[in-house]
């Protein structure tokens, strides 16, 4: 069983950076699937950011490619997300999520980031 | 890359089918056969319901089903229960190795 763990500030300032870490359980990080950030801002609907394999490998949103980097830590079996001169429109429940055989097939449980001085 | 298009909200009564249609373009829905469908409860983590157009994991009950004609994927739900009440999404693999969601429909059983 497969466990994704999201962690975090939940509170982060006007042009500064959203810094978030999953952590995977109970199966291989290198295990040949790719790993997955969503965002849904309250109220609305879920936004793919981008996905990293244990390679490195990254494919971002394009709307949001100038400010997202990825990463992933095998030793630590974590991946994780950084998001640059984040606004209020940032704000955001963030999950990570195993895209696995072009689905995605196990999610965090989510975490809400706002953005606010 | 924009959203692909879901009604806003669908409803039924305990016992009836319901459609949620998913219409992209040539680029995503159109294109590839890996759309998915994603069951999201208030304040829960979206779960996968259906990929690859048609297919269901394992545990999810076989009144959910899928289908796709040109650039339009549709789940079906039959059977309408009160616990199918939810937010459902689709998603689709696009160009460029990236992937698009739906804008979500609400489906309220009546």
């Known amino acids: 069983q497969v466990q994704l763990q999201e962690s975090g500030p939940g509170l982060v300032k006007p042009s500064g950076t959203l810094s978030l870490t999953c952590a995977v359980g109970g199966a291989s990080i290198n295990s040949g699937n790719w790993w997955t950030w969503v965002r849904q801002p309250p109220g609305k609907g879920l936004e793919w950011i981008g996905e990293i394999y244990h390679s490195g490998s990254t494919n971002y949103n394009p709307s949001l490619k100038s400010r997202v980097t990825m990463s992933v830590d095998e030793s630590k079996s974590l991946f994780s997300l950084k998001l640059t001169s984040v606004t209020a429109a940032d704000t955001a429940v963030y999950y990570c999520a195993r895209s696995g055989s072009y689905r995605f097939d196990c999610w965090g449980q989510g975490t809400l980031v706002t953005v606010s001085s | ?110």
């Open chain 2, 1 to 110: 890359q924009s959203a692909l298009t879901q009604p806003a909200s669908v409803s039924g009564s305990p016992g009836q089918s319901i459609t949620i249609s998913c219409t992209g373009t040539s680029s995503d829905v159109g294109n590839y056969n890996y759309v998915s469908w994603y069951q999201q409860h208030p304040g829960k983590a979206p779960k996968l319901m259906i990929y690859d157009v048609s297919n269901r994991p394992s545990g999810i009950s076989n009144r959910f089903s899928g289908s796709k004609s040109g650039n339009t994927a549709s789940l079906t739900i039959s059977g309408l229960q009160a616990e199918d009440e939810a937010d459902y999404y689709c998603s689709s693999y696009s160009s460029s190795s990236t992937w698009v969601f739906g804008g979500g429909t609400k489906l309220t059983v009546l």
